[in-house]
């Protein structure tokens, strides 16, 4: 059973720096594009970052592009969100998820085939 689980959400003021945490498991992920997505209260879900689990070339959305740093430790079977300069609007539940389906890094909710819980993240101004 495939599972995703996020960590290291939580409350932040403006400027300030988070490390979520996603740690897969139930089986080899080699294929796979890892990609963290977020929602924001009243918005829809929205892509943020991705990395190819195989090799370390990543894609940023403008909005988070020279400000978040996503990694992955193959040996942690675990990809990390490195979050610094954080924005009262980049409050959000952050959600880690899994494609084996994409060949381009630009994800969209809908080709995702397994995803965490989502970890909330909350900027104060």
């Known amino acids: 059973q495939v599972q995703l689980e996020e960590s290291g959400g939580g409350l932040v003021q403006a400027g300030g720096s988070l490390r979520l945490s996603c740690a897969a498991s139930?089986?080899?992920?080699?294929?796979?594009?890892m990609g963290w997505f977020r929602q924001a209260p009243g918005k829809e879900r929205e892509f943020v970052a991705s990395?190819?689990?195989?090799?370390?070339?990543?894609y940023y959305v403008d909005s988070v592009k020279g400000r978040f740093i996503m990694s992955r430790d193959i040996a942690k079977s675990t990809v990390y969100l490195q979050m610094n300069s954080l924005k009262p609007e980049d409050t959000a539940v952050y959600y880690c998820?899994?494609?084996?389906?994409?060949?381009?890094?630009?994800?969209?909710?809908?080709?995702?085939?397994?995803w965490g819980k989502g970890t909330l993240v909350t900027v104060s101004s």
């Open positions: 998820a899994a494609t084996d389906k994409s060949t381009s890094l630009v994800l969209a909710d809908f080709i995702m085939d397994y």
């Open positions: 139930g089986r080899t992920f080699s294929r796979y594009v």
């Open positions: 990395i190819r689990w195989s090799s370390s070339p990543t």
